[in-house]
């Protein structure tokens, strides 16, 4: 008996994430585009001024979310360390993700500015801005979760940095750039894999961390030699990112009765 408990767990976790998952789909507005703006719905603003159009629609989330969560997904592709590497970059580097933070910050208050009756703006804002503002911040945040990810969870961790050198930041720059040149080209074909992706990061990145809250709260930090080491862990922060989802799209909708 003892030895079938944890598969039992599995299988309750299992059915609680499907379920969840179903909940949310059940009362989110149909089809796919319903679903990609509920998913925007729980983090963003979603003001048409402040978003991008592709082939006539508007993205599910604002040029600065779409940044983000794009930035966000190729530094955690591009960088994520197969050797478990933990360590945080130089100084230096560290001071240039910290420039990118503060663009962000800085570009934000500025675009909200905009918002506030009485105030004007430092200077004039535009999507593009706020486009490449959210890239950059999801450079550095990306290389934020990816040591406390590896710091957190293995047993076998590799102290050495996870961006090690300029060629990886360059390369990380160019790409991002590349993805805001195709998401402000209005090329009707992108609308669906670029509205995917971004939203698709919301669970990702949600579920990274509530993966780390669990295995914290759970004291399985550094307990992890694999993946399927961790699964009830891994499941857990995919339940939580999804009820988070859920509840900020209800209390929104409560607060605001419309999609």
């Not at 918002?115 to 950059?136: K, T, V």
């Not at 930090?221 to 080491?229: K, P, Q, S, V």
């Not at 961790?230 to 929104?252: E, H, K, N, P, Y």
Request: hydrophobic share 55%; with cysteine.
């Amino acid at each position: 008996m003892p030895s079938r408990k944890p598969g039992k767990w599995n299988t309750v976790l299992i059915a609680i994430a499907l379920l969840s998952l179903t909940a949310w789909l059940i009362f989110t507005p149909p089809g796919l585009d319903g679903k990609l703006h509920a998913t925007g719905y729980s983090v963003c603003h979603q003001i048409d001024e402040h978003s991008f159009v592709v082939g006539g629609k508007v993205l599910p989330l604002c040029a600065r979310c779409t940044g983000t969560f794009l930035g966000l997904l190729i530094t955690l592709i591009f960088l994520y360390p197969r050797d478990k590497r933990s360590g945080f970059p130089s100084r230096l580097k560290i001071a240039i993700l910290v420039l990118f933070f503060l663009f962000f910050a800085v570009d934000g208050i500025n675009s909200t500015l905009t918002l506030l009756p009485g105030f004007e703006p430092l200077y004039p804002p535009s999507n593009l801005l706020r486009l490449a503002s959210g890239l950059m911040m999801g450079i550095a945040l990306a290389n934020l979760v990816l040591s406390l990810w590896n710091q957190t969870l293995w047993v076998d961790q590799n102290p050495e940095p996870i961006l090690r050198h300029w060629g990886q930041l360059g390369w990380l720059i160019l790409l991002c750039a590349a993805a805001g040149v195709l998401v402000s080209a209005d090329i009707a074909i992108l609308y669906y894999p670029i509205a995917f992706l971004s939203t698709f990061s919301i669970f990702l990145i949600l579920s990274m961390i509530y993966t780390l809250l669990w295995c914290i709260i759970l004291n399985k930090e550094n307990t992890l030699h694999l993946f399927r080491d961790g699964f009830r862990i891994f499941i857990m922060g995919i339940i939580t990112a999804i009820v988070q989802i859920g509840v900020m799209d209800l209390l929104r909708y409560l607060l605001s009765g419309t999609w």
